[in-house]
T-cell receptor, first 109, second 113 residues
Framework: GQNIDQPTEMTATEGAIVQINCTYQTSGFNGLFWYQQHAGEAPTFLSYNVLDGLEEKGRFSSFLSRSKGYSYLLLKELQMKDSASYLCAALDSNYQLIWGAGTKLIIKP | NAGVTQTPKFRILKIGQSMTLQCTQDMNHNYMYWYRQDPGMGLKLIYYSVGAGITDKGEVPNGYNVSRSTTEDFPLRLELAAPSQTSVYFC????????????FGPGTRLTVL
């Protein structure tokens, strides 16, 4: 079957760094997405990785290891507005997105 | 450019009632999607469309129907609402399949009592 695993909840301190992990098992693989979802709002796109390695975009970076079925989202210099859920989603062989349940990130001052 | 819009924002239905969730996008995207999001669960694909006149089932299509008569609109029909359909429904669009980001509407929170 197809499966995405990510931690349910994480807590971090304002100004710190946090890494949110995601492991995936899919029928075929065509890339890995990260979305941010604030409470009561729609998901918004953060990143897409299809090749192994780290992609940096401002305070956010995303890493992919295809051989390990593993990705992580790295958030630096945390701000209170980063409190949100972070959704990992893998693109399978039919180009359908398989979504994880999301990681709720709580930022404390 | 409004992006993806959905109506209504909230709705309460009684068991057995029917309703249509509206979704419109003004980005001229070919691909459109309907998802449901239950608490603590990932987004589940209900139906999707690759262009006007073409629709296909996703992971959880039972109890729903869709149509795509224009590029802009992709309504989702619930027939004979059941408590199991209580959820938040999101419509999304993308210019092409797969590796393109999806743009989401604000969602419709539906409760079936």
């Amino acid at each position: 079957g197809q499966n995405i695993d990510q931690p349910t909840e994480m807590t971090a301190t304002e100004g710190a760094i946090v890494q949110i992990n995601c492991t995936y098992q899919t029928s075929g693989f065509n890339g890995l997405f990260w979305y941010q979802q604030h409470a009561g709002e729609a998901p918004t796109f953060l990143s897409y990785n299809v090749l192994d390695g780290l992609e940096e975009k401002g305070r956010f970076s995303s890493f992919l290891s295809r051989s390990k079925g593993y990705s992580y989202l790295l958030l630096k210099e945390l701000q209170m507005k980063d409190s949100a859920s972070y959704l990992c989603a893998a693109l399978d062989s039919n180009y359908q997105l398989i979504w994880g349940a999301g990681t709720k990130l709580i930022i404390k001052p | 450019n409004a992006g993806v819009t959905q109506t209504p924002k909230f709705r309460i239905l009684k068991i057995g009632q029917s309703m249509t969730l509206q979704c419109t996008q003004d980005m001229n995207h070919n691909y459109m999607y309907w998802y449901r999001q239950d608490p603590g669960m990932g987004l589940k694909l209900i139906y999707y469309s690759v262009g006007a006149g073409i629709t296909d089932k996703g992971e959880v299509p039972n109890g729903y129907n869709v149509s795509r008569s224009t590029t802009e609109d992709f309504p989702l029909r619930l027939e004979l609402a059941a408590p199991s359909q209580t959820s938040v429904y999101f419509c999304a669009s993308s210019p092409r399949e797969g590796w393109n980001e999806q743009f989401f509407g604000p969602g419709t929170r539906l409760t079936v009592l």
